[in-house]
Structure formats: structure tokens, C-alpha cells
């Protein structure tokens, strides 16, 4: 079987992360070789990123945010997706392409059809299931004020966090056979099921 490319997606604070430890678990039962891994900041230049984009005091135009987002994962997939993928491991990847588009498209505005040319331009390898964790933005925002300082993103106001949101569900409704929506606001062991169920599906 070719090794597979899963996505998980979210606003901030939608349980996404706990559950890459139940997919971990799975592929090591069935003695399947993964990584885990993540955007922004995959690599050592990705993580100088990632500073920069999440740092509340960077000063950068919407713009600017997308393409450093997109030249962290064109570096994340040359160096870190394709490679595994061709040598039969599976990537579990903590956000991808969706973000852009829900994050920069949805919550900043930017015109999608410019967003979609320039992912197509990057040729992006289009992932085998995305798992996108949804639930209302104010039980999340509430989680994520719990874990202490936020990031530039976790300081928007809520109609930036309900944009990207419905960005998300969007995307959901337009490719329902990659993209599956779990309902966040599940307790833990009724998520961690459908994310089990929903990985077993590739098998
Ligand atoms: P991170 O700490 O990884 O957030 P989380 O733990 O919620 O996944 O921070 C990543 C932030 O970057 C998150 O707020 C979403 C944002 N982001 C974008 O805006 N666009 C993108 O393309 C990506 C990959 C992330």
C-alpha cells in the first residue's frame, strides 16, 4: 500500500494536536512507519518563520503573512513531505494548505482565486484524508486562553475566528471524500473514535 499524506485542520483550540498521538498509536499497531509532523516550522528555516508569524509583535501586511506561510510549506514539502511519502512513510501533518486558505482567505480576507493560483503554481501535493476539528469558536478560544500566552493569531478579535471557521466548513462541503469534519465538542474518547474510524478508512 503507498504510504498516505493525512492532514489535520482547525481553529485554534479544536483538540486537533490530541489526537495525533490516537493516530501515532494506530499506525504503530498495524506497524505502519509515520512522522509527525507540522506548518508552520517544520525545518530549522520553518521555524525562523514560524517566529516571525506568530510573534504579536510582527508587523507584516496580509499579503506578506500568505507568502510566508506558503514559502514554509513549498520548503516543507520538498524537504520533509515528499521524501518521506516516496520512502514509504506516512506523513501526519499538523495543518497544511487548508489553513491558507481558511487563515489568510477566510480570516484575513484575501481573494481566494489569487490564494488557489498560487498553490497550484506550487504544485502541492493534495492530501489522501484531511481530518478538519470544528466547534464553536468560543469553547475554543476559551481552551486556548487556558494554555497561557496567545500568538498573533490567537489575538484576533472572534469575527476573525468565525471567518476562518466557516472558511473551513466550507472547504468541508466542497470536498466531502477528502476532508471529514469532527465535531470538537465531543467529549475525548467519543473524538478519538471518529478520528480511529475515520483513519481505518484508509486502510
Ligand atoms: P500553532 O501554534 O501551530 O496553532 P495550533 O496549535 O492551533 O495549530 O500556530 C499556527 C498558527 O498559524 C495558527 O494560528 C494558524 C496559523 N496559520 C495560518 O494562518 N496559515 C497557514 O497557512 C498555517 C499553516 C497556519
Known amino acids: 500500500m503507498r504510504a498516505k499524506f493525512i492532514t489535520l485542520e482547525g481553529i485554534e483550540g479544536s483538540g486537533k494536536t490530541t489526537s495525533i498521538k490516537s493516530i501515532n498509536n494506530l499506525l504503530e499497531q498495524k506497524k505502519i512507519r509515520y512522522i509527525n509532523t507540522r506548518e508552520p516550522g517544520a525545518s530549522s528555516m520553518g521555524n525562523e518563520l514560524r517566529e516571525i508569524l506568530l510573534n504579536p509583535n510582527t508587523n507584516i501586511s496580509s499579503e506578506v503573512e500568505l507568502l510566508l506561510m506558503l514559502a514554509d510549506r513549498k520548503d516543507h514539502v520538498e524537504k520533509t513531505i515528499l521524501p518521506n511519502l516516496l520512502n514509504d512513510t506516512w506523513v501526519i501533518s499538523d495543518r497544511f494548505m487548508d489553513s491558507s486558505i481558511a487563515y489568510q482567505g477566510g480570516g484575513r480576507q484575501l481573494d481566494l482565486s489569487m490564494i488557489n493560483s498560487l498553490a497550484t503554481y506550487l504544485n502541492l501535493p493534495t492530501p489522501d484524508s484531511t481530518l478538519l476539528f470544528d466547534l464553536p469558536v468560543e469553547i475554543a478560544l ?61 486502510f
Do not use: C, M, S, W
Open 142 to 202: 476559551e481552551r486556548t486562553k487556558k494554555r497561557g500566552k496567545l500568538d498573533r493569531f490567537e489575538k484576533e478579535e472572534i469575527e476573525f475566528h468565525n471567518r476562518v471557521r466557516d472558511a473551513y466548513l466550507e472547504l468541508a462541503n466542497d470536498n466531502p471524500d477528502r476532508i471529514k469534519v469532527i465535531d470538537g465538542t465531543q467529549n475525548l474518547e467519543q473524538v478519538q473514535a471518529k478520528v480511529i474510524e475515520n483513519i481505518n478508512q484508509l
